[in-house]
């Protein structure tokens, strides 16, 4: 089981990326997709999520409107599409996956509750 994202770069404020989650291993139909971020000194913080069963979308309110998280099953891959992106918007960005029951509605925001974790892949909003 593997998770490889990808994507990240150096972009100016109000600019665009769109970061990738390439899983293998597992399928997208029983696994759901998070996007975490790290900023350095920061804790971790949950970005979005995408859920299996319907591809339904959940975003964090401070990406809510400027990201989109989507995914291809053929290619068993999510996307980030980050759009009008702001300096705070800097950090190391994962992806996570996890196909277990969870009790509470909303594990995903938790990163504890995912059982795999891709490598980090750096997002620099700055002029």
């Known amino acids: 089981v593997q998770l490889q994202a990808s994507g990240g770069g150096l972009v100016q404020p109000g600019g665009s990326l769109r970061l990738s989650c390439a899983a293998s291993g597992f399928t997208l139909d029983y696994y759901g997709i998070g996007w975490f971020r790290q900023a350095p000194g920061k804790e971790r913080e949950w970005v979005s999520y995408i859920r299996s069963s319907d591809g339904r979308p959940y975003y964090a309110d401070s990406v809510k409107g400027r990201f989109t998280i989507s995914r291809d099953k053929a290619k068993n891959t999510v996307y980030l599409q980050m759009n009008s992106l702001k300096p705070e918007d800097t950090a190391l960005y994962y992806c996570?996956?996890?196909?277990?029951?969870?009790?509470?509605?909303?594990?995903?925001?938790?990163?504890?509750?995912?059982?795999?974790w891709g490598q980090g892949t750096q997002v620099t909003v700055s002029s």
């Open positions: 996570a996956g996890d196909g277990s029951h969870h009790a509470s509605s909303s594990w995903y925001k938790d990163g504890s509750e995912y059982a795999y």
